[in-house]
C-alpha cells in the first residue's frame, strides 16, 4: 500500500490553505463589473411594433424601450424600492401628496438637462393622461417645489406601495420631444430619446435593434456594456442554433424550446435562471363569461375547475415549466399572494356529481351542454391547452367547440363581442395588484373593447369595495389581509382564475454577469450587465 | 419586340386592379381590425379616442370609399400611411425589399445553376449511378421542408463548423470597406439562398432531365448526331437550347411563389424582407402595408413574366417570327 509521507500532507495542507483564500479573492475579481464589448440580445417573442409604444403595447416595446427611457424608480428581488430617476419619492403624513426628488446632473440623449419639468409634464400629461394608471387616478396636481423637487398632490389618500410600484412601471419621457404631439404616433416612438444607458442607434425591421453606450450616463462606470443589440428571430429553433455558435449572449422569456432550455443548461458554457420575473409574473388563466346562464352559475364553474388536471397542462404542455395555480394571484408574488383559499383538486368524478347536482345531468345524446371554448391565438400553448380543456370538459360531459382565433381576432372575440363561454387567455402581472390584476374583476374593469380587463362581466360590489379599500389604504399589513380576502372570493366565485403559472427563463452565456439579482429583467435597463472577458 | 412590351404591361393594368379589388374584398372579411388590434396594444377605451382613430385610418367611411380612394392614391404612387410603422408604406417595402430581391435572386440562381445542370447530368448519364444520386437528391431537397433544410444547414456551417453566420443580413455595426460589404453580404446569403434554392433547384431538374431527354429524341438531334456532329456539341447547342424552354415557363410561374418561400426562411434566418414585414402586417391587421405588398407581388409578378415572354423571344425563332 502506497503511504502518504509527512513533506505531502504539508504541501496538500498549504495548497488547500492557498486555494481556500484564493478562491474567494478570485471570485470576487471575476464578479466585479468590468467595461465589456457590446451585449447581444434576444427574447422569445416578436419584434415590437415600435421601440417604444407610450400606452404600453406589452413586453416587446417594454424590452426594447427600457434601455432608453428610464422609470423614476426600480424594484429589487425583494421588491424594495431603489432610485433611479427620482433619488427619494417622501410620502406626506397623511399620504395626501409625494414629493419626488429628482436625480441631479441627468441629460436627455440629446443634450437637453432633464429637469422638474420634465417630470410635471410627465405626470399629468403622460402618466395620468395616457398610461392611465390608476396610482394617478386621483393625482390633481403636480408642481415644482424646489429646484429638483416635485410634489404631486392627490385627491385621497394613495398607498405608498401602490404610487411606488407605479413610479417602477410608467417611464419619464421628455417633454420637449412629446409636448403638444399625438403621443401616439410621435416620429420618437421609433427613436427614443430618453436618459438611459443605451443610446437609439438603428432598427432595421425584421432583424435587430441596436443601442450604443450613453457616454453621459448619470451612473458612474455605467452601462458596463459598450453597445447593446436585440436580434429577432421568428423561429426559437434558430434561437438555440444562434446561443451554441455564440451570437447571442442573453435571451429572456423562454427565448428557446423548452427542451433546449435544459441541454443548453446542462452545458458549461451556457446558465439559465427563472429569477428576474418577479414583477412580470406570467401564466394562463381561464375566464367565465357570466352573460351564459349556465357557466355564470359559481358551482358549475367549480365543476369545470375539478374536471382540469392543472398539473397535466404544466408538465406535458408546457415541458415542466410551469407550475400550477393555486389563487388569482401568482405564488411568485410574495407581497400579496395567499393560497389559503379554496382549491379545486382534480376529480372529474366529483366534477361529474356537481353538474348532476346543478342540474345538468347527461343528456340522450351523451352531453350536459355545449359551450364556446376560445383560446386566445397570441401563444401557440393556449391552443394545446384548448384541446386538452376541451377533452377534459368532453369526459364530464360539456361538448366544448374550440375555437382558436389569431391575434386580431382573439382580441376582439374576448374582449371586443364577448364571443365566448369559456376564454382561455393570459395575464402578466407586477406585484401590486391594482389595477393591473384587479382590472380583470372589478365592475370598472368592464370596458368593451378593451383587453385584459373584465371580459366575464362579473360583478360583485363586496369585491370592488375591497379594491377600493386597496387603492387608499395606507397600511402594507391591512393591504395584505385585503387582497387575502379578495383572493378568497374570487376563488370562491371563479370569475377568472389561474390554470399554470408559467415558469420563465432566461438563457445566457456563462460569462455574461449581472442579471440575476434583477426583479423584473425585461423592464430592467441592463445598464448592470457585463461581459466577464477575462476567461 | 416592343409591341409586345407594350401589350403586356397595358394587360398588367386591370391585373393589378384585380388584385388590388380581391384583396380589398379579402380583408375585408377577416375578422378583426387594424383598429382593433391599435386600441388593444394602446389600451386605448375612451370612445371618442376610438373614433378620432377610425376617422384617421379612414375607416368610417364606406368600404366601396375606401377602395376608390385607395385606388386613387396607388394610381398616385401613394400606398398610404403604415401608422404602425410611423412611416409611408412605400419607404415601409422599400426598406424592407431590397433584402427579398437579394435572396429570392441569389436562390433562383442556385436553383437553376444546381437544378438545370443536375438535370442535364441526370438526363445525359440516364439509368447510371449519376442519374440514381441526382434523382435521389432531387426526391429528398423536394421532400424536405425549407424551414427544416435551413436549421440543418444552420446546425451544421454555423454551430459545428463555425462557418458561415447564423442569421441576418450583414455583421451588425461592422465597418468592412465596399469589398468587405460585399463578402459579408454573400456569406450572410448562402444558407438562407441555399435553403430556398435547393427546393426550387430539384423542380428544375426534373423539368430539365424530362425536357432534355424528350428533346434528345427529336429528329432534329439525330440528324445533329449523323452529320458527326459530337455528343457534348449536340446536348448543348441542339439539346439543351431547345429543353430549356419548359424551365423558362417554371421560372416565370415560381417567382411569385419564391416571394411567399421566402416569408419562412426570412423567419429562421432573421432576414430582413417582405416576408417578415408580410407576416407582422397581417398579424397586426396593418391593411395599407398589407395592400401595399400585394400590388407590389403583382408588379412583381407581371415584370417576371414579361422577362419569361422577353426570353422566349430570344430563345424560340418560332415566337419572333409570329411577333
Redesign the interface.
Known amino acids: 500500500m502506497k503511504t502518504i509521507s509527512r513533506r505531502t500532507t504539508l504541501l496538500a495542507a498549504l495548497a488547500t490553505t492557498a486555494l481556500t483564500l484564493l478562491a474567494p479573492m478570485g471570485a470576487t475579481a471575476q464578479e466585479d463589473p468590468q467595461p465589456s464589448r457590446?451585449l447581444l440580445a434576444t427574447w422569445g417573442g416578436?419584434?415590437p411594433?415600435?421601440v417604444f409604444?407610450?400606452?404600453?403595447?406589452?413586453g416587446s416595446p417594454e424590452f426594447t424601450s427600457t434601455k432608453i427611457l428610464e422609470p423614476m424608480l426600480e424594484a429589487d428581488d425583494e421588491l424594495n424600492f431603489e432610485p433611479v430617476l427620482a433619488t427619494a419619492v417622501t410620502p406626506s403624513e397623511d399620504f395626501m401628496s409625494y414629493t419626488i426628488t429628482i436625480r441631479e446632473g441627468v441629460t436627455w440623449h440629446d443634450g437637453t438637462p432633464f429637469t422638474t419639468d420634465d417630470v410635471v409634464f410627465n405626470a399629468m400629461e403622460y402618466w395620468k393622461g395616457v398610461v392611465?394608471s390608476a396610482a394617478f387616478q386621483f393625482l390633481t396636481g403636480a408642481e415644482a417645489t424646489g429646484e429638483n423637487e416635485v410634489t404631486l398632490t392627490f385627491s385621497q389618500p394613495t398607498p405608498e406601495f401602490f404610487l411606488k410600484s407605479a413610479l417602477v412601471r410608467v417611464l419619464v419621457i421628455p417633454k420637449h420631444i412629446y409636448e403638444g404631439t399625438e403621443f401616439?404616433?410621435?416620429?420618437a416612438?421609433?427613436a427614443p430619446i430618453g436618459t438611459g444607458p443605451f443610446v437609439f442607434e438603428e432598427w432595421?425591421?425584421?432583424?435587430?435593434i441596436?443601442y450604443s453606450k450613453n457616454e453621459n450616463y448619470w451612473a458612474d462606470g455605467q452601462p458596463y456594456a459598450d453597445?447593446l443589440?436585440i436580434?429577432?428571430?421568428?423561429?426559437p429553433?434558430?434561437r438555440t442554433?444562434?446561443f451554441?455558435?455564440g451570437?447571442v449572449d442573453i435571451g429572456v422569456y423562454n427565448p428557446i424550446p423548452a427542451a433546449d432550455i435544459d441541454r443548453l443548461g446542462a452545458m458549461d458554457e451556457f446558465a439559465t435562471s427563472t429569477g428576474g420575473y418577479l414583477t412580470s409574473a406570467w401564466a394562463s388563466t381561464i375566464e367565465f363569461n357570466s352573460r351564459n346562464p349556465i357557466v355564470s352559475e359559481v358551482p358549475v364553474r367549480q365543476a369545470i375547475m375539478h374536471a382540469i388536471d392543472k398539473a397535466f397542462i404544466a408538465d406535458v404542455i408546457y415541458s415542466g415549466k410551469a407550475v400550477p395555480g393555486t389563487s388569482f394571484v401568482s405564488s411568485s408574488n410574495s407581497k400579496f399572494y395567499s393560497d389559503d383559499v379554496p382549491q379545486y383538486a382534480y376529480d372529474p368524478e366529483l366534477a361529474a356529481q356537481m353538474l348532476d347536482e346543478a342540474g345538468y345531468p347527461v343528456g340522450d345524446d351523451g352531453t350536459r351542454f355545449s359551450i364556446e371554448l376560445v383560446a386566445a391565438g397570441w401563444f401557440e400553448e393556449n391552443a394545446q391547452i384548448g384541446q386538452y380543456v376541451k377533452q377534459a370538459l368532453g369526459d364530464i360531459g360539456i361538448e366544448a367547440n374550440l375555437n382558436v382565433?389569431?391575434?386580431?381576432?382573439s382580441?376582439?372575440?374576448i374582449?371586443?363581442e364577448y364571443a365566448y363561454d369559456i376564454a382561455l387567455s393570459n395575464h402578466s402581472a407586477p406585484a401590486e395588484l391594482v389595477p393591473v390584476q384587479t382590472n380583470f374583476v372589478t365592475t370598472s374593469g368592464i370596458?368593451k373593447?378593451?383587453?385584459?380587463?373584465n371580459a366575464s362581466g362579473y360583478s360583485n360590489p363586496e369585491l370592488d369595495a375591497i379594491v377600493e379599500n386597496l387603492t387608499s389604504e395606507t397600511d402594507e399589513a391591512v393591504r395584505a389581509e385585503l387582497a387575502h380576502e379578495m383572493q378568497t372570493i374570487l376563488a370562491e366565485d371563479l370569475p377568472i382564475t389561474i390554470l399554470v403559472e408559467h415558469t420563465s427563463t432566461t438563457v445566457a452565456s456563462a460569462d455574461v454577469k449581472g442579471y440575476d439579482h434583477l426583479a423584473n429583467i425585461l423592464a430592467n435597463s441592463w445598464a448592470g450587465l457585463w461581459i466577464d472577458e477575462s476567461e | 419586340m416592343g409591341r409586345l412590351v407594350r401589350r403586356r404591361l397595358l394587360q398588367a393594368i386591370p391585373l393589378i386592379l384585380g388584385v388590388i379589388v380581391l384583396n380589398f374584398g379579402l380583408i375585408q372579411l377577416a375578422p378583426g381590425t387594424m383598429l382593433d388590434v391599435v386600441t388593444s396594444e394602446q389600451q386605448i377605451s375612451d370612445p371618442a379616442q376610438i373614433e378620432r382613430l377610425r376617422a384617421l385610418y379612414g375607416m368610417d367611411q364606406p368600404p366601396i370609399v375606401q377602395l376608390g380612394k385607395y385606388i386613387l392614391s396607388v394610381i398616385q404612387l401613394d400606398f398610404g400611411y403604415s401608422y404602425r410603422h410611423n412611416d409611408e408604406v412605400l419607404s415601409v417595402i422599400a426598406q424592407h425589399l431590397p433584402g427579398t430581391l437579394i435572396l429570392m435572386f441569389a436562390a433562383m440562381s442556385i436553383a437553376i445553376v444546381v437544378g438545370v445542370s443536375a438535370g442535364i447530368v441526370a438526363a445525359a448519364k440516364l439509368n447510371m449511378a449519376w442519374d440514381a444520386i441526382i434523382s435521389l437528391a432531387v426526391v429528398f431537397f423536394f421532400a424536405a421542408p425549407t424551414f427544416w433544410l435551413g436549421i440543418m444547414l444552420t446546425i451544421v456551417f454555423s454551430v459545428q463548423l463555425g462557418w458561415l453566420p447564423i442569421g441576418g443580413m450583414f455583421t451588425i455595426g461592422a465597418d468592412f470597406g465596399p469589398l468587405g460589404w460585399l463578402w459579408d453580404l454573400i456569406r450572410h446569403l448562402i444558407l438562407p439562398a441555399t435553403s430556398l434554392g435547393l427546393f426550387y433547384a430539384a423542380i428544375y431538374a426534373r423539368v430539365a432531365r424530362a425536357s432534355v431527354l424528350e428533346v434528345a429524341r427529336l429528329d432534329f438531334v439525330r440528324t445533329a448526331r449523323a452529320k458527326g456532329l459530337s455528343g457534348s456539341r449536340v446536348l448543348i447547342a441542339h439539346v439543351v437550347r431547345n429543353a430549356l424552354l419548359p424551365v423558362v415557363t417554371m421560372f416565370g410561374l415560381q417567382l411569385s411563389t419564391v416571394l411567399g418561400g421566402s416569408v419562412v426562411i426570412e423567419a429562421v434566418f432573421s432576414w430582413p424582407g417582405i416576408g417578415s414585414l408580410m407576416v407582422d402586417a397581417v398579424m397586426s391587421r396593418n391593411y395599407p402595408v398589407v395592400l401595399g405588398v400585394f400590388v407590389l407581388s403583382a408588379v412583381v409578378v407581371v415584370f417576371a413574366n414579361l422577362l419569361v415572354d422577353l426570353a422566349y423571344y430570344k430563345l424560340d425563332p418560332r415566337i419572333k417570327e409570329k411577333a
Open positions: 457590446t416578436f419584434e411594433q415600435a409604444v407610450p400606452a404600453g403595447g406589452g392611465a401616439a404616433t410621435n416620429e416612438n421609433n432595421v425591421r425584421g432583424s435587430h441596436e453597445g443589440i436580434r429577432y428571430w421568428r423561429d429553433s434558430s442554433a444562434a451554441e455558435a451570437e382565433p389569431d391575434r386580431p381576432s382580441f376582439r372575440t374582449y371586443g370596458l373593447g378593451v383587453p385584459f380587463r
